[in-house]
């Protein structure tokens, strides 16, 4: 202790400033240093949160555009699909109703064909008819005579030969 009082320094001042010093360390290390300490934490935690939170939504959006792609490509396929489907469709109703028009058109042009040789008949056997009495009275004209039965039998028969011959 002697040296120390040599050298001009007063033990009570030193003992009293180290005391000062550990007041003041204790006091700043609860009030500063530690809320400084916690502080920093709190964000080291909250930095590394966002880097964790911001990799996951960079996993989950890679993920996800994945994902997107796959879904429009399945849905292309499946428009793709539809459409060829459709397509089908509107040529197999095509075919259906091409061929039930070709079958009314071909019954329309029967019945037709049907009602124009009955016609046609029908107008030959007026014909005959009128052709007949024509050829009965032209003949009568012609011969300006009395017929008697059997000359009018005969004259008949001979034009219903020639009638039913001509058909």
Known sequence: MEIISTLGIDAKLILAQIVNFLILFFVLKKLVYKPILS??????????KSVHDSQKIEERLTALEEEKKK?????????????????KEAEEERQKALATAKKEISGLAERYRAQLKSEKDQMFDELKAEVANLVVASCEKVLRKEFDKEDQKRLETAIKHEINSAK
Do not use: F, P, Q, Y
């Not at 429009?72 to 539809?82: E, H, I, K, P, R």
């Open 39 to 48: 502080l920093l934490e709190k964000r080291r935690t909250m930095v590394e």
């Open 71 to 87: 879904v429009l490509s399945d849905a292309s396929n499946n428009a793709m699909a539809v459409i060829e489907k459709a397509k």
